[in-house]
């Protein structure tokens, strides 16, 4: 079950927006979070095209379009709200999702919502005294984590101990399926290393 309200008002704004696309029939919204559980966690809305829906989408009908929630999303996006409101300017949508920033991770969450999780509570709280960070690119099909550093840790001799001996050992400790970590960091512009 979706539990999101899109007010009579987004409704109507969304259903402009999607009458303005080309080709727009059978064309909806995608509703999704970014980074789900995380400080950087971003609630988004996209176009939807015929052929654009995922497996794991939820689709709420509405009165103009179909609605397409990221079924991994779901938890983030429980009690989110999308409104829109009429000023001299236009107006502006606003979406509050106040839970898609709460981590809400388990053993059955997604493999990268699992690493996401480790890594913006466990890691980048220790990173973060030296002004650095890192973060998940991608998770390859052969179980690898593909990290980038940013921050303090970019350029820093430091990081391939730090990748080897702090975040690899985290990681493969909390997460045992992971195979190892790469790091996709350019190292050689050291303008904001720590060391």
Known sequence: M??????ESAQEYLKGLLDKQKDNDGIGIRMFVANPGSSQAETCIAYCRPGDEKPDDVIVEFNAFKAYFEGRSLPFLEDAKVDYASDRMG????????????????DDSPLEDRINYVLFNDVN???ASHGGNVSLVELTDDMYAIL???????????VAITL??????????????LKG?????DHTDRSNAYM
């Open 125 to 127: 709280p220790s990173l």
């Open 148 to 158: 980038k550093f940013g921050g303090g840790c970019q350029g820093c001799g430091s």
């Open 91 to 106: 107006g502006q949508l606003t979406i509050r999702a106040p839970n898609s920033k709460m981590p809400q991770v388990n």
């Open 164 to 177: 080897k001996q702090g975040i690899e050992v985290q990681l493969m400790d909390k997460l045992p399926e």
């Open 2 to 7: 979706v539990n999101v309200d899109i007010t």
């Open 181 to 185: 970590i790469r790091d996709v960091t």
